[in-house]
C-alpha cells in the first residue's frame, strides 16, 4: 500500500520561505508523477505544482517564481520549496502521487493528509 506523509507546514509571516516535504513509503516515487495541490480556507483544491517522472515541472499562475517542486528519488520523497510567501498562500498543502500506464491511463492516485501553511503576521 502506497503512503504519502507530508511535513514542513507552519505559521510564518508573509515574505518568510517553507520547504513541504512528502515522504513516499510502499512504492518509489520515481514510478509516479509527483504533484502538490492546496486547499484554501472555504474554497476548493487547486493545482499548484506538478512534476513528472521525465522532471517536466509545471505550476500555477499563482505561484509561478515563487514555488518549486522536487523529488530526490534516494530519499523517495519530494519537495516544495516556498518562497516570498503572501497571506493568500494560506492553505492546506497535500502531495499527491499519479501512476499511469503507457497511454497516459491513470492506475493509481495517492494522496497524503496535508499540512497546514499559514502566512500572517
Known amino acids: 500500500q502506497v503512503q504519502l506523509v507530508e511535513s514542513g507546514g507552519g505559521l510564518v509571516q508573509p515574505g518568510g520561505s517553507l520547504r513541504l516535504s512528502c515522504a513516499a513509503s510502499g512504492s518509489a516515487i520515481s514510478a509516479f508523477n509527483m504533484g502538490w495541490y492546496r486547499q484554501p480556507p472555504g474554497k476548493q483544491r487547486e493545482l499548484v505544482a506538478t512534476?513528472?517522472?521525465?522532471?517536466?515541472?509545471n505550476y500555477a499562475d499563482s505561484v509561478k517564481g515563487r514555488f518549486t517542486i522536487s523529488r530526490e528519488n534516494a530519499k523517495n520523497t519530494v519537495f516544495l520549496q516556498i518562497n516570498s510567501l503572501k497571506s493568500d498562500d494560506t492553505a492546506v498543502y497535500y502531495c499527491?502521487?499519479?501512476?499511469?500506464?503507457?497511454?497516459?491511463?491513470?492506475?493509481?492516485?495517492?494522496w497524503g493528509q496535508g499540512t497546514l501553511v499559514t502566512v500572517s503576521s
Open positions: 512534476l513528472t517522472r521525465g522532471g517536466t515541472t
Open positions: 499527491n502521487g499519479q501512476k499511469k500506464d503507457s497511454t497516459g491511463h491513470l492506475l493509481l492516485e495517492v
